[in-house]
C-alpha cells in the first residue's frame, strides 16, 4: 500500500536537510495548510508548499519503503 503521509524522517531524506530543519518544515506546512499541532502532513500538503512534483515525491517515498 503506498504511504501517503510525511514524516521528518522522509522529509530530512528527501530534501537532504537535518531532522530539526524537516521538523521545522513540516510545522510550517502544517500551519499553512490550517491544520492543528500533530496533524498528519500529506504528499500533497508537502508538494504544495514546496513546489515539487507529487509524483516524484511519491514514487522516492513509497520505492524508499520497499
Known sequence: MPRICLYPKD??????RSYDAAKRLLRQVRQTAGKPAGALITVQD????TGLDASEV???LNHKAK
Do not use: E, K
Not at 522529509?11 to 537532504?16: K, S
Open 11 to 16: 522529509v530530512a531524506a528527501l530534501t537532504g
Open 46 to 49: 508537502f508538494c504544495r508548499f
Open 58 to 60: 511519491s514514487a522516492a
